[in-house]
């Protein structure tokens, strides 16, 4: 699903929403900005009311967060805690992860690469077929 931002220029938020297994990612492309808070904040509200235990927000393509953004993240970090829920942010930008490093939020949100998520998280092969092997044996 794309949720297409509300901002007119080449950079505007774009917000795809994507499940892995049992895990729930938003994709985030372009700018998020004061502009596009109140959307990320709709669809990631939505996300927590179905209550998954985890969701991560990859930020391999997103391009500028400013104060609103990452405030936008607190929140969301806040807000699925509260549902005993995890938050995970993924693949984001050199650029972006020192600002996030220099605002010591990287003791607050788990921050990893996409191969990290992947083999943490994202692993579809759960050893079911392994495990019934071992059975038959």
């Known amino acids: 699903m794309i949720f297409p931002g509300k901002v007119s220029n080449c950079n505007r938020m774009e917000l795809r ?3 892995i297994g049992n895990v729930k990612q938003i994709e985030i492309t372009g700018k998020f900005d004061i502009e596009s808070t109140e959307e990320f904040e709709s669809i990631f509200s939505k996300q927590i ?4 235990a985890l969701i991560a927000i ?3 393509k997103l391009d500028y967060i400013d104060s609103s953004g990452i405030g936008c993240l607190i929140k969301s970090l806040n ?4 549902k005993k829920g995890k938050l995970v942010l993924v693949g984001m930008k050199p650029m972006i992860h020192n600002v996030f490093k220099l605002a010591k939020l990287d003791m607050f949100f788990e921050i990893i690469s996409p191969l990290d998520f992947k083999t943490k998280y994202a692993n579809d092969d759960d050893d079911s077929d392994i495990d ?5 044996s």
């Open 132 to 136: 019934e092997l071992l059975k038959k």
């Open 17 to 19: 929403l994507v499940t």
């Open 79 to 82: 807000a699925i805690k509260n």
């Open 58 to 60: 990859e930020m391999s």
């Open 49 to 52: 009311e179905a209550g998954p």
